[in-house]
Structure formats: C-alpha cells, structure tokens
C-alpha cells in the first residue's frame, strides 16, 4: 500500500492550496481517509477524515469552513481544498488511510493503518 501525498507549497496568507492522496494497493478494499499535519515543534494533530462512500466527513475545529475534504474512489484520489490559509496552518501534512472502519471517521493517528509520505504547507504573513 502507498499513500503519495501532493500539492504542498508556499502560500500568502488568506490564500489557496489543494492537496491531493493518491493510494495504490487498496484498490480492493474500501477505507476511510484522512488527513493530519505537524505545524513546526509540535505534535501531529487531526485536520479532517472522510469516509468511503464520502457521506460522512469531520472537521478540525480549527479548519472548519476553511477546508473541504472530497475523494474520487475512481481515480483513489483524496483530496483537501484550504481556503483562507493562515501562518497557523504552517505544517507538514499527512493522509492517511483506515481499511478497518471505512465507513466511519477516526480522528485518532494511531488508528490509521497507512500513511503518505507528507507534504510541506508554509503560510507566509
């Protein structure tokens, strides 16, 4: 199984990134997705998960209604349009991929089987 995160880079505050997971190896099974991040010197923490059918999604306080999570299970694509970016969402992020309860969202790191590799986000002021 491999997670192969994207779309991470440099942005102005009050500006857009989209980040995109593509997973391979789980073409077989259905698995709920989800997406953390470490800001700089701390610890990784939830952002948002969404489940296999994409009826059920849940959100970080701190993003709501700035970040929308989606997936295209024909293409094994999730993805994580942010908006309104501020320098506190500077962090590495990180999807993830949960094939036990698929069709529920975790918010817990450790409950997540597979992870990508991360993707850097910076948010200049």
């Known amino acids: 199984v491999q997670l192969q995160a994207s779309g991470g880079g440099l942005v102005q505050a009050g500006g857009s990134l989209r980040l995109s997971c593509a997973a391979s190896g789980l073409t077989n099974s259905p698995y709920a997705m989800g997406w953390f991040r470490q800001p700089p010197g701390k610890e990784r923490e939830f952002v948002t998960a969404v489940s296999w059918n994409g009826r059920r999604t849940h959100y970080a306080d701190s993003v709501k209604g700035r970040f929308t999570i989606s997936r295209d299970n024909a293409k094994n694509t999730v993805y994580l349009q942010m908006n309104s970016l501020n320098p506190e969402d500077t962090a590495v992020y990180y999807c993830?991929?949960?094939?036990?309860?698929?069709?529920?969202?975790?918010?817990?790191?450790?409950?997540?089987?597979?992870w990508g590799q991360g993707t850097q986000v910076t948010v200049s002021s």
């Open positions: 993830a991929a949960d094939p036990d309860y698929s069709y529920m969202v975790r918010i817990t790191a450790s409950e997540y089987d597979y």
